[in-house]
Structure formats: structure tokens, C-alpha cells
């Protein structure tokens, strides 16, 4: 069956498109594409599951050797369990001390003294010296993971060992999120916590000292004049640290020290031995402070007097006086320079 042009036409024409005022690109009946895009969701902050209860750590200063602790509190915020892993930042070099100044120190009279234009530089890369110690198992670990239930909190502890190392200031990061091992959920960033210290080294000196520049020896020159067997001598020192130290001393003798020889009013040679120690043995010295140290020395003859006799005598000795700064590795050496008089 034929059908005329013109229905034909009319069959196969299709309506034209209407445009929307929406704009020349969007046909009416469509969605703009902005509407249309699926939507991104934000990713949540760490810190809406996470909380400390301080921001940053301040160990202050310590001698080197030293081990120091400070408990950090992290609480779990969230509505449900979660796993929570430290570590310390071991990627970054150096801290900006103007990003550290404005995240870590929001109050004036809390902000350190370094400039914001300071670069600080991060120990824990360099000294390894920050650990975490959990409360029940008392072992330091570099990082650790620990379960918290919904409003939990748990203490750790932060712990600086000391390296031995002069005038140094340590600076590190700790850091914390929830675990990707564990967790499904993928928040935003870490939480972080600023830590410092300062390793002072202790500056002891004794104010009778004799410094020799060729070989850096200490000297300290006594004259011992013995009228009783017992001599009791008192040796200035001055702790020029910024804390009180303990002291440990000790003397020793030079190698092959002879006896003392002397004389007697019938002629006869004698011989007499000295001996000196330090009394107590053990001392502390408060800091920027001067101090006594007390040393016994005594004497010996190698036979019994005779009675109405007269004995003196006199040599030149030296010992060794070892002072060791206790629960560190810092040792000063001094030589004692004797001047023994004996006189009867």
C-alpha cells in the first residue's frame, strides 16, 4: 500500500529539541552537570577519633646517659572500638619552627625561645633516642599499636634516652592515627605531639686548679704538713651546671711512687708512706654553687718512734683523683701535686 509523500514526511519528521533556559548546552528535561556529578565525600579528621591531653612535651635539660619519661594521655572519641598506632616521624628532616610556633604552641607564655624563621631538626632520624613504653609490659618500643574502647583513655610513656652528646638540642614528632592494618576507615592526617630536650653537659672545676695548655692536664697543687698523722684538707670545686650533680671520687697513685724518706735527729735514715682518700666518697654539688671537698691524708712509719726522738721529712708526690659524674659516662681526671711535710 502507497502512502503519500507528505504523510510520509510527517511520519519520519522528529520533534526539535526545546532548549532550557538553563543555558544553550542543556536540553529541557535534563540535569546540569554540576547537580548530575556524583558527590565526594569528605574524609573525617583524625582528630574526631583521636585526643591527647597535651600537645607537646617538654623533657627540659639533663646530662648525657640520662633516661627521662613523661606520660602522654590518648583517649579514644569516637562511638566505637578502635585501633590507635604511634610512631615517631622519621621521614622529616627539619621541623619549621613557625609551623611548630603556630599547631604546637597557641598560648604566648607557653612558646619556646627559638625564633619562627628557626629550622629545628629532627633527632629521632639521626640518635634514635625517643621511645614508647607501655604500662604493663615496661619495654621501650620505636612504634606500637593499642585497642581503645569507645571514651577510653590509656597512659603511654614518652622516653628520651639521653646520647652523649655536647650541648645538643632534640626535637622529634610523635604521631598517632588509626591503624590501616586494623581500621577500614581512612581518616584525614595524623594527630601529632611535639617533643624537646636538651643534653647539657656538666661542667665541673675545681678553683685551685692548674690547667697546662700543652697537654690539657688539670692540676691542683696541695701542701701537706703534717703535725698529727691525720691531716684533714678541704679542696674548693664549683658545679657550673645548671643542675645539682652527684659526684663519685676516688684517688689512685701514680706508678711506681716510693717510699719517703727522711731524717732523725741520731742520723739513722727512716722511710715513711702516705696515703689519701676523699671523705666521703660520694658527694653531691648543687648547682652554680661552690663546694668542699674533703680529703684525709695520713702517714706511716715503717718502724716504732723511740721516745724523745725527732723525725722529719719531705717529698714530692703525685696521685690521680677521679671524679665521675654519677648515672653518666662524664669522668673528670685531676692530677694532685703533694707537697709532703713531716715535721716531730
Known amino acids: 500500500m502507497d502512502y503519500p509523500a507528505e504523510n510520509a514526511a510527517a511520519t519520519l519528521a522528529l520533534p526539535a529539541p526545546v532548549i532550557s533556559p538553563a543555558g544553550p548546552n542543556i536540553v529541557a528535561g535534563s540535569c546540569p552537570p554540576d547537580s548530575c556529578a556524583p558527590r565526594v565525600r569528605k574524609r573525617p579528621s583524625v582528630r574526631e577519633f583521636v585526643g591527647v591531653d597535651v600537645s607537646q612535651l617538654d623533657f627540659g635539660t639533663f646530662f648525657p646517659g640520662k633516661i627521662f619519661k613523661c606520660t602522654l594521655c590518648v583517649r579514644n572519641l569516637s562511638s566505637q572500638s578502635r585501633a590507635i598506632k604511634l610512631h615517631y616521624d622519621l621521614e622529616t628532616k627539619e621541623f619549621s619552627a613557625k609551623s611548630v610556633l603556630d599547631e604546637f604552641f597557641s598560648e604566648a607564655a607557653d612558646r619556646p625561645a627559638f625564633g619562627a624563621n628557626e629550622s629545628l631538626a629532627n633527632?629521632?632520624?639521626?640518635?634514635?633516642?625517643?621511645?614508647?613504653?607501655?604500662?604493663?609490659?615496661?619495654?621501650?618500643?620505636?612504634?606500637?599499636?593499642?585497642?581503645?574502647?569507645?571514651?577510653?583513655?590509656?597512659?603511654?610513656?614518652?622516653?628520651?634516652?639521653?646520647?652523649?652528646?655536647?650541648?645538643?638540642?632534640?626535637?622529634?614528632?610523635?604521631?598517632?592515627?588509626?591503624?590501616?592494618?586494623?581500621?577500614?576507615?581512612?581518616?584525614?592526617?595524623?594527630?601529632?605531639?611535639?617533643?624537646?630536650?636538651?643534653?647539657?653537659?656538666?661542667?665541673?672545676?675545681?678553683?685551685?686548679?692548674?690547667?697546662?695548655?700543652?697537654?690539657?692536664?688539670?692540676?691542683?697543687?696541695?701542701?701537706?704538713?703534717?703535725?698529727?698523722?691525720?691531716?684533714?684538707?678541704?679542696?674548693?670545686?664549683?658545679?657550673?651546671?645548671?643542675?645539682?650533680?652527684?659526684?663519685?671520687?676516688?684517688?689512685?697513685?701514680?706508678?711506681?711512687?716510693?717510699?719517703?724518706?727522711?731524717?732523725?735527729?741520731?742520723?739513722?735514715?727512716?722511710?715513711?708512706?702516705?696515703?689519701?682518700?676523699?671523705?666521703?666518697?660520694?658527694?653531691?654539688?648543687?648547682?652554680?654553687?661552690?663546694?668542699?671537698?674533703?680529703?684525709?691524708?695520713?702517714?706511716n712509719l715503717d718502724y716504732d718512734e723511740e721516745q724523745g726522738e725527732r723525725y722529719s721529712g719531705r717529698k714530692r708526690e703525685q696521685r690521680i683523683m677521679i671524679a665521675k659524674i654519677k648515672g653518666t659516662q662524664m669522668i673528670y681526671y685531676y692530677v694532685l701535686d703533694l707537697n709532703f711535710i713531716v715535721e716531730q
Not at 186 to 202: D, I, K, N, W
Not at 279 to 299: E, F, G, H, Q, R
Request: with cysteine; net charge neutral; hydrophobic share 35%.
Open 123 to 299: 633527632s629521632e632520624p639521626v640518635h634514635h633516642c625517643w621511645y614508647l613504653m607501655l604500662g604493663r609490659t615496661k619495654s621501650f618500643e620505636k612504634q606500637t599499636t593499642i585497642s581503645l574502647e569507645p571514651g577510653e583513655d590509656m597512659d603511654i610513656g614518652v622516653v628520651v634516652k639521653s646520647p652523649h652528646v655536647i650541648g645538643k638540642k632534640l626535637y622529634a614528632e610523635l604521631r598517632m592515627g588509626l591503624d590501616p592494618d586494623v581500621e577500614v576507615l581512612r581518616p584525614e592526617g595524623e594527630l601529632s605531639v611535639f617533643l624537646s630536650a636538651e643534653v647539657e653537659t656538666p661542667r665541673l672545676e675545681c678553683c685551685r686548679e692548674l690547667i697546662y695548655s700543652s697537654n690539657n692536664t688539670r692540676v691542683i697543687p696541695i701542701v701537706v704538713r703534717f703535725e698529727e698523722p691525720v691531716q684533714k684538707l678541704k679542696v674548693p670545686f664549683r658545679n657550673n651546671s645548671s643542675q645539682e650533680v652527684e659526684v663519685q671520687l676516688s684517688i689512685v697513685p701514680f706508678p711506681n711512687i716510693s717510699p719517703m724518706s727522711g731524717g732523725c735527729s741520731g742520723g739513722k735514715r727512716r722511710m715513711f708512706t702516705t696515703n689519701v682518700m676523699c671523705v666521703p666518697s660520694t658527694c653531691k654539688l648543687p648547682a652554680k654553687t661552690d663546694s668542699l671537698i674533703n680529703l684525709n691524708a695520713t702517714y
